[in-house]
């Protein structure tokens, strides 16, 4: 009997989404950085194997929206709650406290009368008699809110601690079916919009704290084509957008050296994840407050 289904995983920013499909997946299909609210749509990694296909769907991290852009990942989040056949909630384990977005992704969960499992990642960082703790108060909460998880399943994704656990528990949750994608499919997003999200993490990587979440990336040129020597070339030419004249000098660096020093790291992955050599030319360029701009954030809002 094969079994086929849609698994969405939520939780706060930092909980371990993004990493957690990625390992899942075996392939890099989410970014991850230390920094909050790095995802900022929902991306599908598949998984396929002799028993099932699951299509694990990685979300923002739950918070409060103060623009507009925040607002449609949180809608990004509500959808990927309804109609899917399993919920994986996302608890840090270093971060238990249960504040006003926990409670209310826990009441999004309860009336979605799914399947849900609370999964406790990062347990290789806090003592183990902790975990049990972590355990009765959010199985308390959610208990008196009118939800029962299905599952409680402690993990650590960066040890590989209780995946194989999590995985035997979502193929027993999932309905018979058929595949949903082909079985050589490991994500829903295109190349392009990799190249956009690998950019993205090195800018969030190399910049300091306020200035990332102002920047949007966009591929302009995207054109494959033989060199004189009859080899392989991508030609990609990006725009980072940001919203301020001073953040546009911090992201050029002086004498440029912090746009080249993002322009490198990412050229070395989209080489490695288009599996050519690539022409990368990056340009920064300010559109003032266009988180609030319905046109510049057409991409999040195609994807809810």
Same mark, same amino acid.
């Given at each position: *009997?094969?079994?086929s289904g849609y698994i969405t995983i939520v939780g706060k920013p930092n909980a371990g989404k993004s990493s957690l499909v990625n390992k899942l997946v075996g392939f890099k299909v989410a970014i991850t950085t230390p920094k909050p609210q790095t995802t900022r749509f929902n991306i599908k990694g598949i998984i @396929?194997?002799?028993?099932?296909? *699951?299509?694990?769907i990685d979300t923002p991290g739950v918070h409060i929206p103060k623009d507009k852009m925040?607002?449609? +990942? +949180?809608?990004? #989040?509500t959808s990927a709650i309804s109609s899917v056949d399993v919920i994986i909630y996302m608890v840090d384990a270093t971060k238990p406290t249960i504040d006003r977005a926990n409670e209310t992704i826990m009441e999004n969960i309860a009336d979605s009368k799914t399947k849900a499992f609370l999964c406790i990642n990062k347990i290789d960082k806090i003592e183990k008699e902790k975990i049990l703790k972590i355990i009765s108060v959010y199985n308390e909460y959610f208990k008196a809110i009118g939800g029962e998880f299905s599952e409680i399943i402690p993990i650590s994704v960066y040890k590989d601690d209780g995946l194989d656990i999590l995985i035997e528990n979502i193929e027993k949750y999932l309905p018979e079916g058929k595949m949903i994608y082909? %079985? &050589?499919? /490991? @994500?829903? /997003?295109t190349e392009r919009e990799l190249v %956009?999200?690998? /950019?993205?993490?090195?800018?969030?990587?190399?910049?300091d704290e306020e200035i990332p979440h102002g920047i949007k990336v966009e591929v302009e040129k995207f054109k494959k084509r033989k060199n004189r020597e009859k080899v392989s070339i991508y030609d990609i030419d990006v725009n980072i957008i940001c919203e301020k004249m001073s953040h546009k000098g911090i992201i050029i660096?002086? &004498?440029? #050296?912090?746009?080249?020093? /993002?322009g490198i790291e990412a050229r070395k992955d989209i080489e490695n994840l288009l599996g050519d050599k690539v022409n990368l030319k990056l340009w920064v360029k300010v559109r003032e407050h266009w988180q609030q701009d319905e046109n510049y954030l057409k991409n999040i809002k195609a994807k809810i």
């Amino acid at each position: *009997m094969f079994k086929s289904g849609y698994i969405t995983i939520v939780g706060k920013p930092n909980a371990g989404k993004s990493s957690l499909v990625n390992k899942l997946v075996g392939f890099k299909v989410a970014i991850t950085t230390p920094k909050p609210q790095t995802t900022r749509f929902n991306i599908k990694g598949i998984i @396929t194997n002799e028993k099932s296909q *699951m299509v694990l769907i990685d979300t923002p991290g739950v918070h409060i929206p103060k623009d507009k852009m925040g607002e449609y +990942m +949180m809608k990004n #989040v509500t959808s990927a709650i309804s109609s899917v056949d399993v919920i994986i909630y996302m608890v840090d384990a270093t971060k238990p406290t249960i504040d006003r977005a926990n409670e209310t992704i826990m009441e999004n969960i309860a009336d979605s009368k799914t399947k849900a499992f609370l999964c406790i990642n990062k347990i290789d960082k806090i003592e183990k008699e902790k975990i049990l703790k972590i355990i009765s108060v959010y199985n308390e909460y959610f208990k008196a809110i009118g939800g029962e998880f299905s599952e409680i399943i402690p993990i650590s994704v960066y040890k590989d601690d209780g995946l194989d656990i999590l995985i035997e528990n979502i193929e027993k949750y999932l309905p018979e079916g058929k595949m949903i994608y082909y %079985e &050589d499919e /490991i @994500t829903d /997003i295109t190349e392009r919009e990799l190249v %956009e999200e690998i /950019i993205r993490e090195k800018a969030l990587n190399n910049l300091d704290e306020e200035i990332p979440h102002g920047i949007k990336v966009e591929v302009e040129k995207f054109k494959k084509r033989k060199n004189r020597e009859k080899v392989s070339i991508y030609d990609i030419d990006v725009n980072i957008i940001c919203e301020k004249m001073s953040h546009k000098g911090i992201i050029i660096g002086k &004498d440029g #050296v912090m746009l080249k020093k /993002i322009g490198i790291e990412a050229r070395k992955d989209i080489e490695n994840l288009l599996g050519d050599k690539v022409n990368l030319k990056l340009w920064v360029k300010v559109r003032e407050h266009w988180q609030q701009d319905e046109n510049y954030l057409k991409n999040i809002k195609a994807k809810i």
